[in-house]
């Protein structure tokens, strides 16, 4: 009798393991229109659920994420969420060559998981240039509890947004690039959402801190295409976390953050209790630079902050010399089962190096940016859904591109869509050369890579001998400086259909980018999973019948 109880137990608890989930997160956001004033002037935005900017999300390593996105504007929408990599799962991508977009009137719920990742992370729409306008948010990974992370807790966590913005609407904006023209300057900058402070200590503080505590402040750039340098009055930054990746703990003045990025940084209230000025100014543009401010309030603190406002590093010298101090956290443990410092990178043979060169160019009098001498065009069939339907050679040819650019750069650029094929699981490099004056910033949907270099001049082989292959920091988005490059390297195990994009919306929007195709050749649910039965289609595959399903 004892034995067929056990027996018993054990077949219950085996149940509970088979059936047990990841806890679930439900969300339901309508995206909206509405009026917003950050710098002033009255304009339209993209709200979710009547905020600007929209929903932070909060989840935890392996959350399923469940949203169900209304899209209540009277164009095509998509959102993407920057740096999550959707392990075999690239129909939750949120891009033109995954999805179809969510008409005016309708709703598509996106359902992923956070799996074996931690971090600071944006989400922003891909369609159009509504990114202009808002619809961007924060998303943020925490650790399990069980998890140790190397810092103590600290007393609050913060999301702080920033990055360029215009007074134009978007669609205004897109009629600009449509007519062959580049977009200009900014016309300010925002945190959070909010134009500059005024400094008369009556301005509502955007973040509160208690004299003597820590506190975390995750920065991400959300901008369109300026680079931005963040900075706290009197305070110093400790870097400990940096897109999914603990880092070695170095302290800052200011950061850095190119569009795209994100920092999670520990600042300890050590001053004395009062208002002090939050500040992120414009990098690398022309004339002058546009600086715009926000309050940190000591709780019971008395007095206005001071007027002198900490200066802006000059230069893109000191840029590339502060990315060169970033380190990864070798002995720090992450999401994934084992130490970040076990999987040695360093070690593993390089089996393609893929040369991707950036050129501003003019097709047909229209100002267009190449990769390698291809302006990369959508194709009104998502290219993943062409593949997945076997319809792909209709639509697009692979490797439009080669691996490595002409030696000199082509007057005589063609436009149609790049798709790269990438072999399942063979270890790529991928350099990154800008040919150009202005820097620029680079992100791979769906993976995180090890930003292994950034140099002056064009890349050889011999570079190699300059690659950090100890502890370079496992990231997504990796800024070029002018004339340079900078290389990175990856695994490329994850099945799917992945944006490889510049993270200046003018640019993507002008055809620097490309996709990279990596199917497994067992199509197998051990590698990537079947098409969603509410993924919506269009284009080509509209009426097609779905093909089989894949098997284990």
Known sequence: MGRVKFMLLLCMSAAVVVHGEDPYLFFTWNVTYGTISPLGVPQQGILINGQFPGPNINSTTNNNIVINVF??????????????????????DGTAGTN?????????TYHFQVKDQIGSYIYYPTTEMHKAT????????????????????????????????????????????????????????????????????????LFAMEPGKTYKYRICNVGLKTS??????????????MEGSH???????SLDVH???????????????????????????????????????YTNGKGAASPVLPPAPVGWAWSLNQFRTFR????????????QGSYHYGAINITRTIKLANTAT????????????????????????????????????????????AKKDSVDVTVKPIVLNMTFRTFVEIIFENHETAIQSWHLDGYSFFAVASEVGKWTPKKRRNYNLLDAVSRHTVQVFPKSWSAILLTFDNAGMWNIRSENWERHYLGQQLYASVLSPARSLRDEYNIPDNVQLCGAVQNLPKPPPYTI
């Open 71 to 92: 899209n209540n504007l009277n164009e095509p929408f998509l959102l993407t969420w920057s740096g999550i990599q959707h392990r075999k799962n690239s129909w939750q």
């Open 100 to 108: 179809c977009p969510i008409a005016p009137g309708t709703n598509f």
């Open 134 to 205: 808002g619809g961007f948010g924060g998303l943020r990974v925490n650790s399990r509890l069980l998890i140790p992370v190397p810092y103590a807790d600290p007393a609050d966590d913060y999301t702080v947004l920033i990055g360029d913005w215009y007074t134009k609407s978007h669609s205004t904006l897109r009629k600009i690039l449509d007519s062959g023209r580049s977009i200009g300057r900014p016309n300010g900058v925002l945190i959070n959402g909010k134009g500059a402070a005024r400094g008369h200590g009556k301005d509502e503080p």
């Open 228 to 241: 931005i340098n963040f900075r706290i009055q009197n305070h110093n930054m400790k870097l400990v976390e």
């Open 247 to 253: 880092t070695v703990q170095n302290t800052y003045e």
């Open 259 to 297: 569009v795209g990025q994100c920092y999670g940084v520990l600042v300890t209230a050590n001053q004395a209790p009062k208002d002090y000025y939050i500040v992120a100014s414009t990098r690398f543009l022309r004339n002058k630079e546009i600086t715009t401010t926000g309050i940190i309030r």
């Open 328 to 339: 990864w956290n070798l002995t720090a443990s992450a999401a994934r089962p084992n130490p």
């Open 362 to 405: 003019k097709v047909n009098g229209k100002l267009r940016y190449a990769v390698n001498g291809v302006s990369h065009v959508d194709s009104p069939t998502p290219l993943k859904l062409a593949e997945y339907y076997n319809v792909a050679d209709k639509l697009f040819k692979y490797d439009a591109i080669r691996d490595e650019p």
